[in-house]
């Protein structure tokens, strides 16, 4: 492999592919542009997102649990997307040219989204504030923007972590420590900008217009566009190494092609390049492994093998190919125990909202009301708070009790985060109980907004938020470290769609309540009332699944094995 192909410390290469200085890029004098970018764009995707769901029922005249499923499954979708953009950012165009490309999709989405609730004959025609009657042509060009939206944020979320945890080097030891410090404020910037856009934006929705509402966003991400082009020179870029996918098919055919041919004892005699790199562009050689010791027939060196000469990659595989393989099986297990978290981090914009719809959103005795989408802002401070406390007070502290230099592990970190999102959900429920308890002493069933301030809702989103902290950046950290080198932006999109099942398992749980509770003619527990509704079965029934799912996670990690590449830092 080329010097060329993989930044080293004696070279790296530009956003054309040339070799660069590796003292003049990366580190964190590229980082503030990545961060800069992610910063806005995530304050673009939450100004449209987290008041998305009142849109839906107060603008397109959905019902509360239509609005809630379609919220969902539009979210889903933001978070499948990206193993579109992976796919090409590993196997094609590498991480800057997909960034830049889906990009500018994502600016069109967002500017139609901005037109279709400002230009006459798009926007749905209202005669009250909760009285519109959309047609089905302005209902389909919003869906169209939302789905191109969908479709930019695809390009950019698998690859903006994995590109700014590129620009510090595996081989020394000063930037390998910046990196995990890297992904503690990368998510700290993610909620600088939902913080902007749950207090600012959403305000702007309720009481200013849907327009500006959007067109804000639109404006935030043409800006994250500039601050990404703005770093160009100073970025190291890792060289596309081809189709992952077909390298894993590769193992996967090899392996039974050999299935009764026998693994020697000793694994140095396995199949692996002279080279001092891998002959996978991008990819340094990683280290064998014990564990899914059937794939290690794929490496068995045959006497067919010999006899032919040149390599034929779907009979003969190198040792780095086969633990490419075993570490994207590895991941899986951990993977799905995400889906269950996610589904719980869904609520905040969704049944939270709702929730919140039915209390009180006056601020003290003032005419201010805040919206209920707002109170995320409570997440946003919570993961504030929590990121620099992480990072410069529990990490130090745990480091002298541990010996490990992050102070904890990847995987004990994440366990924290789902063992904190149980309370989330209790809490949630309690509050729900209570709220009605007021509901039915004092009759409350028709008032809009009950006494009961929406300020009780603090501690639920709160717990969200240092689950996240926890759980989320640890999961950043973890698909990325775990990752084999030229299928970074793969997994990390992996580690999304975690998201993208929690929101569609979310919605389909809510498909299946209301069918199982709306039988014979009853209001079910998410009525478009919720005080005749009893959404509180709904957070303990999650709160249920997350016990059950902390237990599979802490087998799951007494298993793991961590991949180790050939001449990195431990």
């Given at each position: ?321 086969v633990e490419e393989l075993k570490a994207v099986i590895r991941l899986l297990p951990i993977w799905a125990t995400g889906i269950i978290f996610a589904a719980v ?226």
């Amino acid at each position: 492999m080329a010097e060329s192909d993989f930044y080293t410390k004696d070279g790296t290469v530009d956003h054309k592919g040339n070799p660069a200085n590796i003292k003049k890029t990366g580190t964190w004098k590229a980082c503030p542009f990545i961060i800069g970018n992610e910063c806005c764009e995530r304050l673009a995707y939450y100004g449209m997102s987290s008041n998305l769901v009142r849109y839906f029922k107060h603008r397109l005249n959905q019902h509360a649990s239509v609005a809630t499923r379609n919220n969902q499954n539009w979210s889903g979708t933001c978070y499948i997307t990206p193993l579109i953009g992976a796919f090409l950012a590993d196997a094609y165009l590498g991480r800057y040219w997909t960034i830049a490309l889906f990009s500018i999709i994502y600016v069109f989405g967002m500017t139609l989204l901005a037109m279709s609730a400002t230009v006459h004959g798009i926007k749905p025609r209202c005669y009250t504030e909760d009285n519109c009657d959309p047609t089905v042509t302005q209902s389909a060009v919003f869906f169209v923007a939302l789905y191109l939206v969908a479709l930019g944020t695809g390009g950019i979320k698998p690859c903006v972590s994995s590109y700014g945890a590129d620009q510090f080097d595996d081989t020394d030891e000063t930037e390998k420590k910046h990196k995990s410090s890297f992904f503690n404020w990368f998510y700290f910037s993610i909620n600088i900008g939902a913080l902007i856009a749950s207090s600012v934006l959403v305000w702007v929705q309720d009481n200013v217009s849907w327009g500006w509402g959007f067109g804000i966003p639109a404006i935030a991400m043409a800006i994250a566009v500039v601050f990404f082009f703005s770093g160009t020179r100073l970025y190291r870029n890792q060289k596309p190494g081809g189709s992952p996918l077909t390298r894993l098919c590769q193992v996967v055919v090899a392996s039974f092609r050999k299935c009764r041919v026998a693994i020697p004892a000793d694994k140095s005699l396995l199949y692996e390049t002279t080279d001092a790199e891998s002959n996978i562009k991008g990819s340094r050689k990683v280290e064998h492994t014990e564990d899914l010791s059937f794939f290690d027939r794929a490496a068995v060196e045959t006497e067919s093998d010999e006899k032919k000469g040149t390599v034929n990659s779907w009979r003969l595989c190198t040792v780095t190919q086969v633990e490419e393989l075993k570490a994207v099986i590895r991941l899986l297990p951990i993977w799905a125990t995400g889906i269950i978290f996610a589904a719980v981090y869904s609520q905040m914009s969704n049944l939270f909202v709702l929730q919140g719809e039915r209390m009180n959103t006056h601020v003290g005795n003032s005419t201010f009301k805040i919206p209920p989408a707002s109170l995320s802002i409570f997440d946003t401070l919570s993961v504030i708070f929590w990121v620099p406390i992480y990072d410069r007070i529990i990490v130090p502290v745990t480091r002298k009790f541990t010996g490990h230099k992050n102070g904890l592990t990847q995987l004990q970190r994440m366990g924290i985060g789902l063992f904190i999102s149980i309370f989330a959900m209790v809490v949630a429920a309690i509050l729900e109980l209570e709220r009605l308890r007021e509901v039915r002493r004092h009759n409350y069933y028709e008032v809009k907004e009950m006494p009961m301030t929406i300020f009780w809702q603090v501690p639920q989103y709160f717990l969200i938020g240092c689950a996240e902290v926890f759980t989320l950046i640890g999961q950043l950290e973890f698909f990325y470290e775990q990752a084999p080198d030229a299928m970074r932006s793969f997994c990390s999109a992996l580690q999304l769609t975690t998201i993208a099942l929690g929101n569609y398992l979310s919605s389909l749980l809510v498909t299946i309540v209301t069918a199982i509770t709306t039988r014979n003619d009853k209001l079910g527990w998410i009525p478009d009332n919720l005080n005749y509704g009893h959404i509180h079965y709904f957070f303990l029934l999650l709160a249920v699944l997350s016990v059950l799912n902390l237990g599979a996670f802490l087998l799951i990690a007494k298993w793991y094995t961590y991949k180790k590449a050939v001449g990195t830092l431990r």
